[in-house]
């Protein structure tokens, strides 16, 4: 008795968990992050004809986001994209070469919490929820309280009158940041007007677009006009302080020329006074003008020197105004990209919050006894995600995501349009 009760609880041990695919199907359920598994491991002592458990693998483990099981001692384990029995099988490999053990050691694996599926579209409740298996189509849209009525739809009436206002609103929006983005890019290149996108010119005929071109065009002339005028006045101020220049040293050489003369008659009165030819006063005279004569000698060379500083000063100025303009346009180009791609991605999330809501409006929403729902699954393979039109008796596995559509005012009998 002994020895046929050992043969049937070593026989219990190699049967891992099982799969909930009915008998006589083909299907079999393939583990996906989110599941929540009960692993059990044993190893037989034949000697004591009982079962050993290996009590750190035993227990409840749940797989990650990266379709992987942390399990002590074996490590991390692939288990997404596998059965039960695949994942019970590696546990034992595994196990049995981090142990160094003679006999393969039995595991079995159990889904005891499956990863969610998610509804959505025109259904009263969307959202995820629990999976079962053996859950259909028609089950599900059960679970998420059935079909949207027309009467609970005045909150999705909001909704839509919200996105197309912000799709609107950022429309208008684009099309402001595209006509400037047009403007600082003709300052930033220096050209002679701003060249519009195919966004713009493909619109001309809409009056914002037209007023927007119009607008920036203005704002680019009257830019470019200052930014001229302002050159145009430190160019004028350079030619002044050229001539200055100029005449400055035109009288220092005139001065230069009177220093001279000066000092040839300081040398005549010097040789006179000598020879008592003249008195003293005169050299006097002569020595105080030669002074004078130096003395503005000296002013000229002053007023030289500030003359060259200032046009110096000028022609940094001409440099500084060019690259302050050019970085204004830039500095502006890289907030207003960034503008543009903000206002890219609210459009795209208003887009889909539209569609969403679409699809569970009343105007494409009645009485649930009176339409046939189109049903969408989408499911995650291992070649990636695939959709498909799915019927009421469809079987879903954990994961997918059901989006329910009703068609337009159709009723059970007229058919699909087209078919």
Do not use: C
């Not at 490590?75 to 994209?81: E, I, K, M, P, T």
């Not at 430190?234 to 000092?263: F, H, P, T, W, Y």
């Not at 002074?291 to 440099?319: C, F, P, T, W």
Request: charged share 25%; no cysteine.
């Amino acid at each position: 008795m002994k020895q046929v009760g050992l043969l049937a609880l070593a026989l219990a041990m190699a049967v891992p968990g099982e799969t909930y695919a009915a008998e006589g199907t083909q299907t079999r359920y393939l583990l996906g992050p989110q599941d929540r598994l009960m692993i059990r491991v044993h190893s037989l002592r034949r000697s004591m004809g009982e079962a050993v458990p290996w009590v750190p693998l035993n227990g409840e483990f749940s797989i990650g986001a990266d379709g992987s099981v942390s399990i002590p001692i074996v490590g991390q384990l692939r288990a997404a994209g596998g059965t039960t029995s695949d994942l019970a099988e590696a546990i034992s490999q595994k196990l049995r070469e981090a142990a160094n053990l003679s006999e393969v050691p039995s595991a079995s694996v159990e889904v005891i919490k499956y990863r969610p599926f998610y509804v959505l579209g025109a259904v009263q409740q969307p959202g995820k929820y629990e999976f079962q298996p053996g859950l259909t189509v028609l089950q599900a849209l059960s679970t998420a309280q059935g079909l949207a009525r027309a009467s609970e739809m005045s909150s999705t009436e909001r909704e839509m009158l919200s996105a197309g206002g912000d799709i609107r609103t950022l429309e208008a929006e684009r099309i402001s940041l595209e006509a400037r983005m047009a403007r600082l890019a003709a300052e930033i290149s220096d050209a002679t007007a701003p060249i519009f996108s195919e966004f713009l010119t493909s619109r001309a005929s809409d009056p914002r677009v037209a007023k927007a071109m119009q607008e920036e065009t203005l704002r680019f002339t009257t830019r470019r006009a200052n930014l001229l005028a302002e050159l145009e006045a430190i160019e004028a101020s350079k030619v002044l302080l050229q001539q200055e220049l100029r005449s400055l040293d035109e009288k220092g050489r005139s001065l230069d020329r009177q220093i001279e003369a000066n000092k040839r008659e300081l040398r005549l009165v010097g040789d006179l006074l000598a020879r008592g030819l003249t008195v003293s006063p005169r050299q006097i005279a002569a020595e105080n003008t030669q002074v004078q004569v130096e003395s503005n000698r000296l002013d000229v060379q002053v007023a030289s020197l500030r003359a060259n500083q200032s046009l110096a000063r000028a022609s940094r100025d001409l440099i500084e105004l060019r690259a302050r303009y050019r970085r204004e346009a830039l500095d502006d180009s890289a907030a207003t990209r960034s503008l543009l791609d903000q206002n890219a991605a609210r459009a795209r999330t208003a887009e889909l919050l539209l569609q969403n809501a679409e699809a569970r409006s009343p105007a494409s929403v009645v009485d649930s006894e009176e339409v046939i729902p189109t049903y969408r699954l989408t499911r995650s393979l291992p070649t990636g995600s695939a959709t498909w039109v799915a019927t009421e008796d469809t079987a879903l596995e954990a994961g997918d995501v059901l989006q329910v559509t009703v068609p337009r005012a159709q009723r059970r009998g007229q058919g699909v349009p087209g078919q």
